[in-house]
């Protein structure tokens, strides 16, 4: 995982080489760039520069979305953690599998439909929620809720990441599906803000401003609840989290379709980007 950078750096370089898949890989390459950037976060660990938030943000989850059981107050983390079901597990699962590619479908998908600028506008956006999640994780590092359960509110570098509540999803399945993901999770303190939350609901806005068919904005839409409920119900993050990852989607689309894109020499840019590709 450490290296997956270099190897897509690579890849980049020999298909941009070759006319016929050139303009493809213009128009994918923020797509890479993310995979390139979120790798590398490990030779940087956000914890390096700002303490971590273990016990504070998960009283304010408990507070404000908690529920009370017999047990007392619980986190709705903690209560899902001992209340699940298998098909629950199942659904839970499928939802999560699509954070990453659906996304990548939908940009891809506009390519080769022949709508290149709006598949561009597409991986920039990915790309920029991404930035914009980031600057938080460095800003706000974060325990997720499988970390408090399982360790407490002691900060420990050197724990692995963990598939939490999907290792029940792996159960029913004839192999580890989510442990081969998160064996190479690059940093477990960045749960802050929920970026799983915000990938599939922004390309669902790019549904909207694309004017797609409404089928696909539903469909879209469908997997974007799927997957804000599985955050909390497999433990992976609050209910803070993913109304953060909400925020996040949000207000990288606004910022760059009412402000950026606004701005003379990013139009340029832009449309000059655009050309490459088309």
């Given amino acids: 995982m450490a290296y997956y950078g270099l190897?897509?750096?690579?890849?980049?370089?020999?298909?941009?080489?070759?006319?016929p898949t050139r303009r493809f890989m213009y128009a994918v390459t923020p797509l890479l760039l993310f995979i390139v950037i979120y790798s590398s976060m490990r030779f940087l660990p956000n914890y390096t520069f700002h303490s971590i938030d273990l016990r504070g943000i998960y009283e304010a989850d408990k507070v404000l979305f908690g529920?009370?059981?017999?047990?007392?107050r619980m986190t709705l983390c903690e209560y899902f953690n001992t209340h699940n079901a298998?098909?629950?597990?199942?659904?839970?699962?499928?939802?999560?599998?699509?954070?990453?590619?659906?996304?990548?479908?939908?940009?891809?998908?506009?390519?080769?439909?022949?709508?290149?600028?709006?598949?561009?506008?597409?991986?920039?956006?990915?790309?920029f929620v991404n930035l914009l999640g980031f600057i938080v994780y460095y800003i706000?590092?974060?325990?997720?809720?499988?970390?408090?359960?399982?360790?407490?509110?002691e900060p420990d570098f050197t724990v692995p990441g963990s598939?939490?509540?999907?290792?029940?999803?792996?159960?029913?399945?004839?192999?580890p599906v989510f442990a081969n993901i998160y064996?190479?999770?690059?940093?477990?303190f960045?749960?802050?803000?929920s970026l799983h939350s915000a990938y599939v609901l922004t390309a669902c806005i790019y549904t909207v401003i694309n004017k797609n068919k409404t089928g696909l904005t539903i469909a879209f839409a469908i997997i974007t609840a799927g997957i804000w409920a599985t955050a909390v119900y497999a433990c992976h993050h609050y209910v803070i989290d993913v109304l953060l990852g909400i925020a996040d989607a949000a207000l990288g689309v606004v910022l760059l379709e009412c402000v950026l894109y606004r701005i003379p020499c990013i139009r340029r840019a832009f449309d000059k980007y655009v050309s490459a590709v088309e």
């Avoid at 064996?183 to 477990?188: E, F, K, L, Q, T």
Wanted: glycine letters at 6%.
């Fill in 67 to 72: 529920i009370d059981t017999a047990e007392g």
């Fill in 183 to 188: 064996s190479g999770n690059s940093n477990i």
């Fill in 140 to 153: 706000h590092p974060a325990a997720p809720p499988w970390y408090v359960l399982q360790y407490g509110f």
């Fill in 86 to 127: 298998p098909i629950a597990d199942f659904f839970a699962g499928l939802f999560y599998l699509c954070w990453i590619p659906v996304p990548f479908a939908y940009s891809i998908w506009l390519f080769c439909s022949g709508k290149r600028r709006e598949s561009v506008k597409a991986s920039i956006a990915f790309l």
């Fill in 7 to 19: 190897y897509i750096i690579a890849i980049w370089a020999v298909f941009v080489a070759i006319k």
């Fill in 163 to 175: 598939v939490a509540g999907l290792a029940r999803f792996d159960a029913l399945m004839p192999f």
């Fill in 190 to 193: 960045a749960a802050v803000p």
